[in-house]
T-cell receptor, first 114, second 109 residues
Framework: GAVVSQHPSWVICKSGTSVKIECRSLDFQATTMFWYRQFPKQSLMLMATSNEGSKATYEQGVEKDKFLINHASLTLSTLTVTSAHPEDSSFYIC??????????FGPGTRLTVL | GQNIDQPTEMTATEGAIVQINCTYQTSGFNGLFWYQQHAGEAPTFLSYNVLDGLEEKGRFSSFLSRSKGYSYLLLKELQMKDSASYLCAVVDSNYQLIWGAGTKLIIKP
């Protein structure tokens, strides 16, 4: 398996500010990481697939200029929510792809935009 | 430490019933999720339990016992499309998700 951490766990920010969320694979070199967002009691919505050393692949409807993803190393991917607004308040979850069929999920980051 | 245990793999027959167990040891408890994930797809929400008891939703039911740190997902009238991984996740006292490694369910005709 893989141990995945996220930082911060919680973030509260003012509307218009940018927030960076880190996802770390602690014991596995991850060429692929995934970013999801989740609204209460709903399915995880895949936002983008992050590949080490290359540009992320965004899902339809996800603004790549608003949700900046950087996967600069095999153990770290970052998601930056630029100019956050209250509608961006959500639970952001990353996962590490071990194989085509297996992912290990991080604990999530709760973003609240005031 | 925090820990979620669920079987790695289970096999069942089409039309039958299968129960996937999940036991947890976490710092606090604010609910338990079950998700279904088909290969290459995002996890799909199945259920959320925060109170003890059984919640039924069509062919799928989820049970929770907080005193025992135990939950199960019950799938009835299994169909081939139910072949997937089933993920158990607990929300801890900090409202963080603690994930199980998932149970791969194989359905045979």
């Amino acid at each position: 398996g893989a141990v995945v951490s996220q930082h911060p766990s919680w973030v509260i920010c003012k509307s218009g500010t940018s927030v960076k969320i880190e996802c770390r694979s602690l014991d596995f070199q991850a060429t692929t990481m995934f970013w999801y967002r989740q609204f209460p009691k709903q399915s995880l919505m895949l936002m983008a697939t992050s590949n080490e050393g290359s540009k992320a692949t965004y899902e339809q409807g996800v603004e790549k200029d608003k949700f900046l993803i950087n996967h600069a190393s095999l153990t770290l991917s970052t998601l930056t929510v630029t100019s956050a607004h209250p509608e961006d308040s959500s639970f952001y979850i990353c996962s590490v792809g071990i194989s085509d069929n297996e992912q290990f999920f991080g604990p999530g980051t709760r973003l609240t935009v005031l | 430490g925090q820990n979620i245990d669920q079987p790695t793999e289970m096999t069942a027959t089409e039309g039958a019933i299968v129960q996937i167990n999940c036991t947890y040891q976490t710092s606090g408890f604010n609910g338990l999720f079950w998700y279904q994930q088909h290969a290459g797809e995002a996890p799909t929400f199945l259920s959320y339990n925060v109170l003890d008891g059984l919640e039924e939703k069509g062919r799928f039911s989820s049970f929770l016992s907080r005193s025992k740190g135990y939950s199960y997902l019950l799938l009835k009238e299994l169909q081939m499309k139910d072949s997937a991984s089933y993920l158990c996740a607990v929300v801890d006292s900090n409202y963080q998700l603690i994930w199980g490694a998932g149970t791969k369910l194989i359905i045979k005709p």
